[in-house]
């Protein structure tokens, strides 16, 4: 089933964080939401996982309303808002999160699949920031989900842990929408690339349109000038 934004618009009072954007992402596909800091990525994650409404248009996930398949058990996520209880340990995170999905996948499975088993007994305050992020991927797949919605997702992971990740979600086989503002890793991992700019989508393609239209050049330098 597809997830699609129709015409949707979104401000915080006076200032419009995304302008009449229209794209569809059908069932199986990986597509990036491509574009610097503060373009309107997150915002659309937001809307997708029901977290806010458009002022005006129409989000759908996984071909109905975004609140009912993430009440569902549906959609997982992993967000930059938001933070893990501190004086809890991995496996109680992992325990819980499993829990809230009925147990469609066992404690050690999740653990395994984030590559935490080696650290389960440390508490969320003693983690790196890239350990942290492993127990948020952990959440975001207790439950089997369909659809993952992933916001910067290997932003605090070194070059080795960024391509064990994709690896695993590429694995998993769910249909995936992840924004970030590393150009080679939408080039990477994405089926396709929406590129957001000032909350418009300026393109929407395969990574190599993308990557060749000669329009884009300065939104893309001035991506390739905010990752170094």
């Not at 618009?9 to 597509?31: E, H, K, M």
């Amino acid at each position: 089933m597809d997830t699609r934004f129709d015409r949707v618009s979104y401000r915080y009072g006076s200032v419009r964080a995304l302008t009449d954007i229209s794209f569809i992402v059908p069932s199986g596909q990986t597509a990036a939401l491509l574009g610097a800091n503060g373009a309107g990525k997150s915002t659309a994650v937001d809307l997708l996982l029901g977290l806010k409404r458009p002022r005006d248009g129409t989000v759908t996930v996984l071909g109905g309303p975004a609140y009912e398949a993430v009440a569902r058990g549906r959609v997982g996520a992993m967000l930059q808002t938001g933070g893990l209880p501190t004086d809890s340990t991995v496996h109680e995170i992992a325990a819980l999160a499993c829990g809230l999905y009925g147990n469609r996948r066992s404690v050690a499975e999740v653990l395994d699949l984030a590559g935490l088993r080696d650290i389960k007994r440390r508490k969320i305050d003693a983690l790196s920031g890239g350990q942290a992020q492993r127990v948020q991927f952990a959440v975001a797949m207790a439950g089997k989900p369909e659809l993952l919605f992933l916001d910067e997702p290997t932003v605090a992971l070194d070059f080795k842990a960024r391509r064990q990740f994709w690896r695993v979600v590429k694995a998993e086989g769910n249909t995936v929408v992840f924004a970030t503002h590393y150009l080679d890793e939408a080039d990477e991992y994405a089926d396709r690339v929406i590129v957001i700019d000032q909350g418009r989508v300026i393109a929407d393609g395969p990574p190599a349109q993308i990557k060749g239209d000669k329009t884009l050049e300065h939104a893309l330098v001035a991506l390739t000038e905010e990752t170094q």
